[in-house]
């Protein structure tokens, strides 16, 4: 009896270790989610681009930067970063102080369990759904993951719908290799090249191995006859700007077509010409 008892003793003993171990270990990973810092990219919006003009998806945000336990700096628009905005939590939620930029409403968000971010943005850009973000490392830069989303990979150069011997790679880090003198490609997502075609379309970059950009300092006088000291800069073999198609099927197909000249006294408005390259995997 006394065996039997001393048996049962341990018996429950060993299993109430078991499971407070298992609610620790479940406590832990609950808690390691108690502060928000580093950046946050718009995967709702990364998600869409391999079938969408990427620069015509409506986006309010493309990346959040949480720089301190109440501060987070933006990149809105693309191209200007470092819009600084407050931020608190509120129950199960968090606001973001939008309206000190003039917006008609604060923004909120919600810290889920994986460690996403939920932008309740679906009223403002008068959608369904709301933006979801994830945490990328520091040195992952947007571009990059943009380029990794679409062209990003080792393509076979045709000609005249027939297979060469010719390999070109794209690599996410916007480097390209055996697309004749171009050794660096930018796909553009935000900002005036987005507006340069006639026709919507996807608008790539390359930029020519000699390619260089010059600073230079000038001087001129303000409105108010004060000398004013500043920076303009100059560039060297410029890239080349073109329109590009991306099919994802059965196989991987990359059509770059040149884009001709804007008209006289305008900005934007380049037809689509002929195709400079045809990229298949």
Sequence with gaps: M??????YSLCVLFIGIQLSACTNRGSSS?????????????????????NSIIG???????????????????NWNGWEEGYKCAYKKEGDHYRLFT???????????????????????????RRSLNSVFRHVDSEVSLDYLINQKTIAG?????????????????MPNGKVVGLEKFTRYSICYAGDC??????????IDLYPDNYREHVHKESYLSDSGEVVHGLSTSIENPATMCAFTLEDNNEKIVKI??????????????????LLFDLRQ
Excluded at 2 to 7: A, D, E, I, Q, V
Excluded at 56 to 74: L, T
Excluded at 154 to 168: I, M
């Design 194 to 203: 987005v507006q340069m075609p006639l026709t919507f379309s996807n608008v």
């Design 56 to 74: 015509h998806i409506d986006v309010s945000c493309y990346e959040m930067n949480f720089i301190s336990a109440d501060s987070v700096a933006f």
């Design 99 to 125: 309206r000190a930029f003039g917006a008609d409403n604060d923004l909120l968000f919600t810290l889920n369990q994986d460690g996403s971010i939920v932008l309740a943005d679906s009223t403002m850009m």
């Design 154 to 170: 080792t393509y076979t150069l045709f000609k005249n719908d027939e297979p060469t011997k010719v390999k070109v790679v794209f």
């Design 30 to 50: 609950v808690n390691k989610i108690t502060t928000i810092s580093g950046r946050y990219v718009n995967y709702t919006f990364l998600d869409q681009i391999r």
């Design 2 to 7: 006394s065996n039997n008892y001393s048996l």
């Design 257 to 274: 077509y040149r884009l001709g000249n804007s008209p006289k006294d305008t900005k934007g408005d380049m037809p689509i010409k002929e």
